[in-house]
């Protein structure tokens, strides 16, 4: 039984007579209602991790250069503090 995937599988495998399909109709067109909504439930949540991969990298990619930018204004700004700084603030031998 490791090979059934569908309930038409199943069917198969267990080789329903047409008096017993008839018997379990409404159970099995219940199954397969619900095997779709799951293949289409499986899908959608594929595309929405998919749509969530790309965000996550977008983000990463935007914090990257966040952080390069911060690093390099910091920089600038200490190198203009130092420079604003009176000569006599500085220690010399």
């Known amino acids: 039984m490791d090979n059934i ?3 038409d599988d199943l069917i198969k495998e267990k080789k329903l007579t047409l008096e017993e399909r008839e018997f379990f109709k409404d ?3 219940e199954t397969k209602d619900r095997d779709e909504r799951i293949a289409l439930y499986s899908w959608q949540a594929r595309e929405n991790l998919k749509k969530l991969s790309a965000t996550i990298t977008i983000i ?3 914090t990257s250069i966040l952080s390069r930018t911060l690093v390099q204004t910091l920089d ?7 420079r604003s700084l009176p000569a006599e ?3 010399r031998e």
């Open 5 to 7: 995937k569908t309930v």
């Open 27 to 29: 159970l099995i067109q």
């Open 60 to 62: 990463l990619e935007q």
């Open 76 to 82: 600038e700004m200490e190198t203009y503090y130092l």
């Open 89 to 91: 603030r500085f220690y």
